[in-house]
């Protein structure tokens, strides 16, 4: 019943949200401005799913924007040496698996290096974020590499529609968001992130393996971000090694307006993806209005802190 209570005004500020903007530009609520608005939403819905797991322990990942980078630049590097001109769905997995493996290892470091040193996990994933945007920078000597339209199969990640009306990217994030909240909400683990996040002596304490615990979660969260990774590749046509810049911001943007303590122990994966809406419908309102760039800025920024500040009051 609280879980309900909390969703409630965010579900009525999309309410409103969409009427605002219904007012503003007339074409606003149409099915396909709608389909568009899902399928632009998908990549940082998808990154914000693994951010909600690091924050609810208390944590935070700032490398995940670099990551979308990292993991496109290695994908289509490999497609490209691979499978050339031509298309093998063996090889076109196996370039996929390569780019996941690079953000497992991310992810694998991030979660020692937190639960295993002092270092907060501010400075590793900062520090991090700048090494995974210098290596995808490394690739083409920085220049974007297109995807040889022979690639249909990989395109199809981020532009393809199923039964031409539904938007594979959504379709793979809505699985991903059934999959995150069964492993969140009815597993062990999930209690065990709860609890490490609501109090990490008393964690230890209960015989909680705090350490696996934490590890799993930050490779969760790579992961979520290489899936993220290849489907905005595959949306631009091409592998861009500056893209996914301030994507981190957004993803914690949108976990906190869902409802996510950034003390951690609290938070759901419903939450965030309302509040992954909520920013997406900020976002396309605000362009489709013909809203200058930095007001948007401005808008966003306003959002976060009134989201902020009704958690820190809520904690009192």
């Known amino acids: 019943m609280k879980v309900v209570k909390q969703m409630v005004p965010l579900l009525v500020a999309i309410i409103i949200l969409l009427l605002l903007f219904r007012i503003w530009v007339p074409t606003f609520l149409s099915a396909e401005n709608m389909l568009n608005l899902t399928q632009q939403i998908s990549v940082n819905t998808i990154l914000a799913f693994g951010m909600t797991l690091v924050i609810l322990i208390g944590g935070i990942d700032l490398s995940v924007g670099a990551m979308v980078a990292l993991v496109g630049t290695t994908t289509v590097f490999c497609l490209s040496a691979l499978s050339g001109d031509s298309q093998n769905l063996f090889l076109v997995f196996a370039a996929m698996l390569a780019g996941l493996g690079i953000a497992a290892i991310f992810g694998t470091f991030h979660g020692i290096a937190a639960s295993k040193t002092a270092m907060p996990p501010f400075i590793i994933t900062l520090a991090s974020m700048l090494i995974a945007r210098g290596c995808a920078l490394r690739f083409n000597s920085g220049l974007p590499m297109p995807i040889e339209e022979q690639q249909t199969f990989f395109l199809a990640i981020g532009n393809g529609r199923l039964f031409d009306?539904?938007?594979?990217?959504?379709?793979i994030m809505l699985t991903l968001f059934f999959l995150m909240a069964l492993l969140l909400h009815r597993t062990r683990f999930g209690q065990h992130v709860y609890a490490l996040g609501g109090n990490r002596e008393a964690a230890l304490y209960t015989g909680i393996p705090v350490v696996r615990v934490e590890i799993l979660v930050y490779l969760l969260c790579s992961l979520m971000a290489g899936v993220a990774g290849m489907i905005h590749t595959a949306q631009l046509y091409s592998a861009e090694p500056g893209s996914g810049e301030m994507f981190e911001l957004t993803a914690i943007a949108a976990v906190v307006v869902g409802g996510?303590?950034?003390?951690?122990?609290?938070?759901?994966?419903?939450?965030?993806?309302?509040?992954?809406?909520?920013?997406?419908?900020?976002?396309?309102?605000?362009?489709?209005?013909?809203?200058?760039?930095?007001?948007?800025?401005?808008?966003?920024?306003?959002?976060?802190?009134?989201?902020?500040?009704?958690?820190?009051?809520?904690?009192?």
């Not at 009306?165 to 379709?171: A, D, E, G, R, T």
């Not at 909520?278 to 200058?292: C, E, M, S, T, W």
């Open 165 to 171: 009306v539904i938007p594979i990217p959504v379709v």
């Open 260 to 316: 996510t303590s950034f003390t951690g122990g609290r938070g759901t994966m419903f939450g965030t993806l309302i509040g992954a809406v909520i920013i997406g419908i900020l976002d396309k309102g605000l362009n489709q209005a013909g809203v200058h760039y930095s007001l948007q800025y401005i808008v966003k920024g306003a959002v976060i802190l009134i989201a902020v500040y009704l958690d820190v009051r809520r904690n009192r």
